[in-house]
Every structure is written in structure tokens, then in C-alpha cells.
């Protein structure tokens, strides 16, 4: 058997990683051709990854420019720890009230604050300034070295 296919997350491990994780990291392209990269918290939207970002940021006009998106989510200091999940495919972009609106109750829930609880109204306020990016995946790519228990 191959180490690839021995650290590889089962889509259930893929899905629980994903939900207990707090931050990914974004790569849209620049203008240039460069890569653009930031940190930033995550949610969903009927299931997918999902980020919101204001109407005129950079990554904004990349995605418009060019929808490819690469998502990366990753834990572990040590190699024997690593764990993540890249993936990589097209972002569609969304500033409709019900997409902001399940989007904001989504970071509600995972993060606490304002946007917490059924009224969502610190979500409606914000997202007129908002919009946000749905990762639609052709490749997803996982890894879990703690499955190797310490050996390599």
C-alpha cells in the first residue's frame, strides 16, 4: 500500500476535518498571473466551503477576473502531525440576501458573535458591502500523517 493512499482522509474524516477547522487558506490569481494569497475563516453554503470577503477586494476582482480558486486547511507542527485538505476548482460569487444570509448563519454557528442565533440581522447589515465566494472543487487532495503513528 502506498503512503499516499495510507494518510488519505475517508470523505467522513474529510467532512469532520472541515467542520472543527477554523481557518484556510485562499489563492485566487492576480492580475499579472501571480498568486494572491490570504488567510481566511470559512463557512458553508449548502455544503460547500465558502468564504465572504467586501465587494472590492483584491481576491474579489481576481475571482471575477479568473474564477479559479484554491482552498487549503491544514493543522500539525510536526511532520508526524500534519493533517489537511487542499482543494482546488472555481469559486462562484454570490451577494443575493439568502445566500449572505445562510452564509452569515454558517459563520454564526462556527465562530460565536453576532451573526449567532436564527435572526442573522448583523449578517444582513454587513452584507451589502459583502460578497460570497463558493468553492466548487474538481480536485480535493487530503492528508493525515497521524495515521502513520510516528513512522515514515
Known sequence: MSRRSQIAMTPDEITAYLN???LCRIGTIG???E???VTMNYGFVGGDVAFWTYKAAQK???LE???TLSVLVDSGYKYSELKGISMSGTAELRDDPEIMLEFGRSLGARYGGP???NTGEAARASATKRVVAILHPTKVMSWDHTKLGGTY
Open 31 to 33: 492580475p499579472k498571473g
Open 115 to 117: 451573526m449567532k442565533g
Open 60 to 62: 474579489t476582482t481576481n
Open 20 to 22: 472543527e477547522s477554523h
Open 35 to 37: 498568486v494572491h494569497l
Open 65 to 67: 477576473r479568473n474564477p
